[in-house]
């Protein structure tokens, strides 16, 4: 298995613009969560779904951000609009859910917001 | 929920010395502390994970340590060298279908 796949690897928008960040799990996990990284707040969990279905999106900063999870493969994460404070490495990570597994993480996503 | 506090934010050490990294965590229903290493650029990747049925648990030269009374767990490298400077982190969760709340990180210089 290629491990999770995110993309871009890379994305400059300009402010105002819609961004969607795609990845794809491990094959066969069944738990996916998107993770923020950045200088002040390190890792912050965004949302995290479990056998598709989204648990919980507490950690979504604002409803300008939302997630999607429509199969078992694939999710996407989209901003908009998007502001320069939502620059971040944005991190996808998949596991396999039972007690105590290690969640394996993507390349992550450096997205610039200009 | 959880939360997870880590100690120091940044840390440097000669090469060959020992490295030692904290944390705390909130919720006494945690059981599962995995660390992992964050290389420049780099996906955090796991190094070490330890249970909540076992104290202590040693690969080479990384070892972790865990006190359920207290609610804290430590990470110690030993005879630290150039490649092992890199982010560190910690974290806990409950059960697996529970994401991993994370420590702000360690950075560690290992200066040769």
């Known amino acids: 298995d290629a491990g999770v796949i995110q993309s871009p690897r890379h994305e400059v928008t300009e402010m105002g613009q819609e961004v969607t960040l795609r990845c794809k799990p491990i094959?066969?996990?069944?738990?996916l969560f998107w993770y923020r990284q950045t200088m002040m707040r390190g890792l912050e969990l965004l949302i995290y779904?479990?056998?598709?279905?989204?648990?919980?999106d507490s950690g979504m900063p604002e409803d300008r951000f939302s997630a999607k999870m429509p199969n078992a493969s694939f999710s996407t994460l989209k901003i908009q609009p998007s502001e320069p404070r939502d620059s971040a490495v944005y991190f996808c990570?998949?596991?396999?859910?039972?007690?105590?597994?290690?969640?394996?993480f993507g390349q992550g996503t450096r997205l610039t917001v200009v | 929920g959880e939360n997870v506090e880590q100690h120091p934010s940044t840390l440097s050490v000669q090469e060959g010395d020992s490295a030692v990294i904290k944390c705390t965590y909130s919720?006494?229903?945690?059981?599962?502390f995995p660390w992992y290493k964050q290389e420049l650029g780099k996906r955090p990747q796991l190094i070490i994970d330890?249970?909540?049925?076992?104290g202590e648990k040693k690969d080479q030269r990384i070892a972790v340590t865990l006190n359920k009374t207290a609610k804290h767990f430590s990470l110690h490298i030993t005879e630290t060298q150039p490649e092992d400077s890199a982010v560190y982190f910690c974290?806990?969760?409950?059960?697996?279908?529970?994401?991993?709340?994370f420590g702000k990180g360690t950075r560690l210089s290992v200066i040769a």
């Open positions: 990570a998949s596991t396999l859910i039972r007690a105590n597994t290690e969640a394996f």
């Open positions: 094959s066969g996990h069944n738990s």
């Open positions: 779904f479990n056998n598709n279905v989204p648990i919980d």
């Open positions: 919720d006494s229903a945690s059981n599962y």
């Open positions: 330890i249970r909540s049925n076992v």
């Open positions: 974290a806990a969760s409950m059960r697996g279908n529970t994401p991993l709340v």
